[in-house]
């Protein structure tokens, strides 16, 4: 197995996402925090990490606020448009006998993150580790109802989307009220975060996860809700160093666990330099501001758009819906970027070699 790995070292996750759209429409699972969920924390009674409430959700279609962290489309939504799938549904809204378990899942959760701790003021959440859980009794149910050779067939060949970690920073390892930030040293964190992904990591592939593409860190020092604490408004270059040294032990993870698990084909997608050229050139992708939210946000009680918030007249000339997430017309530049980056013309034409 080890030659193929070698190969998809080389073979990056963009690539990999213009192979899958080229194949049937896959089955895909996802995984992650409050950028990619669609509405699981609207059925989780006591969270806090909650958008279903006006102005999110203004340019979905149709208007409404769904439990998505921006004004439109999350990231993931507009992926699975250029899959040709539907985007698929949140894991809390669904019963397990229902067969929409067999054509994909989103197990996402705003205020998640890889350690249970993270976000743990959001009071209800589901953690990396709750999440997994969730997908071991989505694959027992299709088990169950297709049967254990399709239903290996069916996980193998799903492609499984993970975007976590930011929280564990700035929900977690950045608040001086939460043990974390104290029992560790940024070094000790960061061995912590890799090594709790590790084996989550492995506990996907034995539930049969083999096609998995991780969704690295974007430039987080530049958000509003951080960029509030520097002292000209600039990006906190320390948080931008650490998402680049959480994106390079993530990408060397998965390159030792393709050597290590047979048949897994585990890929790094990284969106840092197309977010922050987005950050720092807004004009050239047709936006005019990336420094501050669109709506009026008070980012020390959350930072999110509440309904007695004042929204810009144009969100589509800002990069940023709320302090922490993007717009719908900013998801819709990053993911284009995403999916057809030219760099990525020089990698084998099928990372998928069959087993
Ligand atoms: C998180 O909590 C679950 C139980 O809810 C436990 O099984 C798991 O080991 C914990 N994970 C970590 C990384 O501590």
Same mark, same amino acid.
């Given at each position: 197995?080890?030659?193929?790995?070698?190969?998809?070292?080389?073979?990056?996750?963009?690539?990999? /996402?213009?192979?899958?759209?080229?194949?049937?429409?896959?089955?895909?699972?996802?995984?992650?925090?409050?950028?990619?969920?669609?509405?699981?924390?609207?059925?989780?009674?006591?969270?806090?990490?909650? @958008?279903?409430?006006?102005?999110? =959700?203004?340019? !979905?279609?149709?208007?409404?606020?769904?439990?998505?962290?921006?004004? %439109?489309?999350?990231?993931?939504?507009?992926?699975?448009?250029?899959?040709?799938?539907?985007?698929?549904?949140?894991?809390?809204?669904?019963? /397990?006998?229902?067969?929409?378990? /067999?054509?994909?899942?989103?197990?996402?959760?705003? =205020?998640? %993150?890889?350690?249970?701790?993270?976000?743990?003021?959001?009071?209800?959440?589901? @953690?990396?580790?709750?999440?997994?859980?969730?997908?071991?009794?989505?694959?027992?149910?299709?088990?169950?109802?297709?049967?254990?050779?399709?239903?290996?067939?069916?996980?193998?060949?799903?492609? !499984?989307?993970?975007?976590?970690?930011?929280?564990?920073?700035?929900?977690?390892?950045?608040?001086?009220?939460?043990?974390?930030?104290?029992?560790?040293?940024?070094?000790?964190?960061?061995?912590?975060?890799?090594?709790?992904?590790?084996?989550?990591?492995?506990?996907?592939?034995?539930?049969?996860?083999?096609?998995?593409?991780?969704?690295?860190?974007?430039?987080?020092? &530049?958000?509003?809700?951080?960029?509030?604490?520097?002292?000209?408004?600039?990006?906190?270059? /320390?948080?931008?160093?650490?998402?680049?040294?959480?994106?390079?032990?993530?990408?060397?993870?998965?390159?030792?666990?393709?050597?290590?698990?047979?048949?897994?084909?585990?890929?790094?997608?990284?969106?840092?330099?197309?977010?922050?050229?987005?950050?720092?050139?807004?004009?050239?992708?047709?936006?005019?501001?990336?420094?501050?939210? &669109?709506?009026?946000?008070?980012?020390?009680?959350?930072?999110? &758009?509440?309904?007695?918030?004042?929204? &810009?007249?144009?969100?589509?000339? !800002?990069?940023?819906?709320?302090?922490?997430?993007?717009?719908?017309?900013?998801?819709?530049?990053?993911?284009?970027?995403?999916?057809?980056?030219?760099?990525?013309?020089?990698?084998?034409?099928?990372?998928?070699?069959?087993?």
């Amino acid at each position: 197995m080890a030659f193929y790995s070698a190969m998809a070292v080389t073979s990056m996750a963009l690539t990999m /996402l213009s192979t899958i759209s080229a194949q049937s429409k896959p089955v895909t699972f996802v995984f992650g925090d409050s950028l990619t969920d669609v509405g699981n924390n609207n059925f989780l009674p006591y969270s806090l990490a909650k @958008s279903n409430y006006p102005w999110y =959700g203004i340019d !979905y279609f149709p208007k409404f606020p769904t439990g998505r962290f921006t004004n %439109g489309r999350t990231i993931g939504d507009i992926i699975s448009a250029k899959f040709g799938i539907k985007s698929p549904p949140p894991y809390l809204s669904l019963s /397990l006998e229902d067969d929409d378990i /067999l054509h994909g899942v989103n197990y996402a959760s705003g =205020g998640a %993150g890889i350690l249970n701790e993270t976000g743990i003021y959001f009071v209800e959440k589901l @953690s990396f580790d709750d999440q997994i859980t969730c997908f071991q009794k989505t694959a027992e149910a299709i088990r169950i109802k297709t049967g254990d050779v399709a239903s290996k067939k069916l996980l193998n060949e799903a492609v !499984y989307f993970i975007g976590m970690g930011s929280n564990d920073y700035i929900n977690n390892f950045l608040q001086p009220f939460l043990v974390d930030a104290h029992a560790y040293t940024y070094d000790q964190f960061l061995d912590l975060l890799i090594s709790t992904l590790d084996g989550q990591l492995r506990r996907l592939y034995s539930l049969g996860a083999r096609k998995v593409v991780f969704h690295g860190l974007g430039p987080m020092g &530049c958000i509003p809700s951080q960029r509030v604490h520097s002292s000209d408004g600039g990006c906190l270059e /320390l948080l931008n160093k650490w998402a680049l040294q959480f994106n390079s032990r993530v990408r060397s993870l998965m390159t030792s666990l393709n050597y290590q698990l047979p048949g897994a084909l585990f890929s790094f997608s990284d969106s840092y330099n197309i977010v922050l050229d987005l950050i720092e050139n807004p004009q050239k992708y047709g936006f005019k501001i990336s420094t501050t939210s &669109c709506c009026n946000v008070d980012t020390t009680v959350g930072g999110l &758009c509440l309904p007695n918030s004042k929204i &810009c007249d144009n969100r589509n000339e !800002y990069v940023f819906w709320d302090a922490y997430h993007p717009t719908d017309a900013a998801n819709q530049v990053i993911a284009d970027r995403l999916f057809a980056n030219p760099s990525m013309d020089k990698t084998p034409a099928s990372p998928f070699p069959q087993h």
